[in-house]
Nanobody, 111 residues
Framework: QVQLVESGGGLVQAGGSLRLSCAAS????????MGWYRQAPGKQRELVAT???????TYADSVKGRFTISRDNAKNTVYLQMNSLKAEDTAVYYC?????WGQGTQVTVSS
């Protein structure tokens, strides 16, 4: 029963903030690297951010300085704090590890 469930998406105005959450179950979460991806209509899926089991992070250039990935191993949850949102951040956001993917959560930023 491996499962990743994203939540926290919604509609926000440009310049606003959202925090996405991804709750994991059925896997050894604390030892796995986690990632956030996004896919906008008509665009390729892109890697947004990653975090290792010890908290080392990487970010796509397009979100550096605006997004922060974090994890709470006690809660088996990974987060994506998104600040200073832009219209081009509009996409379905997915969390992933190994071969597992969540169902995605829609983020829409109005300009």
């Amino acid at each position: 029963q491996v499962q990743l469930v994203e939540s926290g998406g919604g509609l926000v105005q440009a310049g606003g903030s959202l925090r996405l959450s991804c709750a994991a179950s059925g896997m050894p979460f604390s030892i796995l690297p986690m990632g956030w991806y996004r896919q906008a209509p008509g665009k390729q899926r892109e890697l947004v951010a990653t975090i290792t089991r010890v908290g080392t992070t990487t970010y796509a250039d397009s979100v550096k300085g605006r997004f922060t990935i974090s994890r709470d191993n006690a809660k088996n949850t990974v987060y994506l704090q998104m600040n200073s949102l832009k219209a081009e951040d509009t996409a379905v956001y997915y969390c992933s590890t190994a071969d597992n993917w969540g169902q995605g959560t829609q983020v829409t930023v109005s300009s």
